[in-house]
């Protein structure tokens, strides 16, 4: 459920079933409206109308909305029929400067700290919190304990040992590293640049890479699609482990849910890893990202759904470990959730969830969709093209200026 470099869209976790509006309705309150994008995982349908039957201060209406949900939820945002409650890929800076969801900062703030402060950040504007996070699912980097050994190759720590390493395991059969079919455009985003020890916004709300490391950074990716040490064409995407369990490569990013049926085909034959650090000022890089339950600006039942929304993502504890863990494979929102899950206390997944904490970096609320698309095309040349990654960022670098001038404009207003 991670967008291409660590914002949230519905990923290999969470691919289209077919499905329809459901409804919880276990209250004799008032009525209110609930919104889900369509889950791909067994069970979780059920599961959110149980939580809705479950409150009893309110009727809660369930409703599973195929189909591009981001798009209706937008639209729907801006008339009087849309959902009083909503999980939401964001909010979207946009949707909460054009007052289109509520402040929901008293309901959470008894248990603030509790949440992973990575997923939670891009939902703060102006100290203000406007979506609760519900889940939070990663990507990282797997490997293939028996092929590395046969190639005498160490789990790579660096961005350097990753370029050799995959070079190394390299073969007529078998691909070193596996990125996606793109080589790595969609899915890395800011990834290498959080390894470089930068970022895509920094924390006083400026362009974050407007420094020598980024191109450093992205020129080593380029360095491994230039080697031929990446697998391209796979049958299925990065989302997918398949490449990785049928030994297509020996190494591959993917994500968190991933990581179950890569157990059950390969048992104890694999670790996992966040992205290498590059550089003396380089750590690890782990992107996350939750949908968040939001309220509707436009809700004639305002009060109603923050009540029902405090109650279900702060207070009901066990409705939370249950909706990340019984039907895919998620780190609860919740750090003190997360330690106590027993799926998540032993090896890989331990591991997952020690990264997800230390090294998490989320899509900050800034990145706009222009300046996300902007260096996506940049980087695509970058790794594809060979073309000169100072050139190209310094391109991105001025379009995103101009984007966050006017986000500073709109703010000022």
């Not at 349908?45 to 209406?61: S, W």
């Not at 780190?331 to 904490?357: E, M, N, V, W, Y």
């Not at 695509?380 to 966050?404: C, F, H, Q, T, Y």
Request: glycine letters at 12%; a neutral charge; proline letters at 5%.
């Amino acid at each position: 459920m991670l967008a291409a470099g660590g914002g949230l869209v519905a990923g290999g976790a969470l691919a289209a079933c077919g499905s329809n509006t459901g409804r919880g309705g276990g209250g004799s309150g008032p009525e209110i409206s609930q919104w889900y994008h369509q889950y791909g995982e067994p069970g979780t349908q059920g599961a959110v109308q149980r939580y809705a039957a479950a409150y009893k201060k309110a009727d809660v209406r369930v409703q599973w909305r195929p189909g591009d949900y981001d798009r209706q939820t937008a639209a729907a945002l801006l008339t009087d029929s849309g959902p009083d409650v909503f999980e939401v890929n964001g909010p979207l800076l946009e949707q909460i400067q054009g007052g289109q969801v509520e402040d929901l900062t008293a309901e959470i703030e008894s248990v603030k700290d509790d949440f992973n402060q990575a997923v939670l950040a891009p939902k703060i504007w102006q100290d203000k919190v406007w979506g609760i996070p519900q889940v939070v699912d990663m990507q990282m980097l797997y490997y293939r304990k028996s092929l590395l050994k046969e190639a005498g190759v160490q789990p790579p720590q660096t961005l350097d040992e990753l370029v050799d390493a995959a070079k190394k395991l390299s073969s007529k059969k078998t691909k070193g590293l596996f990125l996606g079919n793109d080589g790595g455009v969609g899915v890395l985003s800011g990834t290498p640049l959080h390894a470089a020890g930068l970022s895509l916004i920094d924390e006083d709300g400026e362009v974050g890479f407007d420094d020598p490391a980024a191109a450093r950074a992205l020129g080593k990716i380029r360095q491994l699609y230039a080697d031929k040490s990446l697998l391209l064409g796979a049958p299925t995407d990065w989302s997918d482990p398949a490449a990785f369990v049928q030994g297509l490569t020996a190494m591959q990013w993917s994500g968190l849910w991933a990581l179950p049926g890569i157990k059950k085909a390969l048992g104890d034959d694999f670790g996992v890893l966040p992205f290498p650090r590059d550089g003396s000022g380089g750590k690890p890089a782990v992107p996350v990202g939750a949908y968040g339950s939001a309220v509707s600006a436009r809700s004639k039942r305002k009060a109603d759904a923050k009540a029902f929304v405090k109650w279900l993502w702060v207070e009901r504890r066990d409705f939370q470990q249950d909706f990340a863990l019984s039907y895919g494979f998620h780190i609860p929102a919740r750090i003190s959730l997360a330690k106590k899950a027993k799926q998540l206390q032993q090896g890989a997944a331990a591991d997952a969830t020690r990264f997800a904490t230390e090294y998490g970096h989320a899509e900050p609320l800034l990145w706009t969709t222009a300046a996300r698309n902007a260096y996506q095309d940049a980087l695509s040349r970058i790794i594809k093209d060979g073309a000169n990654p100072e050139s190209e960022l310094k391109s991105v670098v001025r379009k995103v200026n101009a984007e966050l001038q006017q986000v500073k404009k709109k703010t000022a207003k």
